[in-house]
């Protein structure tokens, strides 16, 4: 949210709290009622993050460029040719809204299976909703700076080079642990087994391995073995590790001293969030 979800006047829990009044209090499956074993605001927790989840499904920028539709300060586009880049890649239509001409918003519209934490978002058509853009619209490059950044000044993207696989138990006060060598849930507060990770990307996804071997996922659950000859396909999803477009993962209990718990992508009781610390972060060892 820190990086995609920003208010344009720096003020953004006041945005954020205005979202979820508006917004993330309208879904009914986002009842505290309708949680098993809720912790309190868990269904805050689970809107954001289905929401930031989606926005990165879509590309807008990629939908209009591969359309040939760029910023441009100079040239005009028609409605018509907008609506059809941005109905190609999903099938289904969005909309659009212009403020003084030039394009300010585009809507994208799902039926939900199931909850709105865990079920199935389906790409539809508007329903009653038009777009308001003129027939010919500007599409306006955003303000950038002028001054260059210097390429040894920016960081890798997350779980890529070598590092920390760090885990959270979201639901059980926040725990902090992270990865062992065999792809286990260990407790990093006793510094057991905090293994090294290489991070390889591949297209828009990474790939991961330690010194025990390449990690996938295998009946839902995520091992790192040297006798795994293809690695499961992981995205980044906001900082967070996703499988599958989902950046929820589960334990059955939460590891304690040299303890170990086997990490999930089908639901237990605990659920896990996955991120990513550079190799040069104090504090662990590789064991």
């Keep these: 949210m820190d990086t995609y979800w920003k208010d344009d006047g720096g003020e953004d829990e006041s945005f954020w709290e205005h979202e979820w009044g508006k917004h993330g209090t309208c879904y009914s499956t986002l009842d505290p009622n309708c949680y098993v074993n809720y912790t309190p605001q868990e269904e805050v927790v689970d809107f954001f993050q289905r929401t930031v989840d989606l926005f990165m499904e879509l590309n807008t920028y990629k939908f209009l460029s591969d359309a040939g539709i760029v910023p441009s300060a100079t040239k005009n586009y028609t409605s018509a040719e907008v609506l059809a880049a941005l109905n190609k890649p999903r099938g289904v239509n969005a909309t659009i809204e212009c403020s003084d001409g030039q394009l300010d918003e585009v809507y994208y519209y799902y039926d939900v299976a199931g909850t709105i934490a ?8 508007p329903v009653g909703e038009t777009s308001d853009c003129p027939a010919s619209l500007q599409y306006l490059p955003k303000n950038v700076s002028s001054t260059p950044i210097a390429n040894d000044t920016i960081p890798p993207p997350p779980f ?3 590092g920390y696989i760090l885990v ?12 062992n060598k065999a792809g286990a849930f260990v407790s ?3 510094n057991v087994s905090c293994a090294v990770f290489t991070g390889k990307a591949s297209g828009n996804a990474v790939t991961l391995a330690s ?5 996938s ?3 839902s659950e995520l091992k790192c073995a040297s006798s795994i000859t293809t690695p499961t396909l992981f995205t980044d999803i906001t900082g ?13 209990t939460i590891p304690t001293g040299s303890d170990q718990s086997t990490v999930f992508t089908s639901k237990q009781s605990k659920v896990l969030g996955i991120t990513w610390e550079a190799l040069s972060a104090p504090g662990f060892t590789d064991k």
Excluded: I, M
């Design 118 to 125: 865990e079920g199935k978002f389906v790409s539809q058509n």
């Design 160 to 162: 890529v080079g070598k």
């Design 168 to 179: 959270e138990a979201k639901h059980a006060g926040r725990e902090v642990g992270c990865l």
């Design 188 to 190: 990093s507060v006793t």
């Design 211 to 215: 010194t025990k071997g390449l990690c």
């Design 217 to 219: 996922v295998h009946d």
């Design 240 to 252: 967070n590790l996703a499988y599958t477009n989902k950046t929820k993962f589960y334990a059955s």
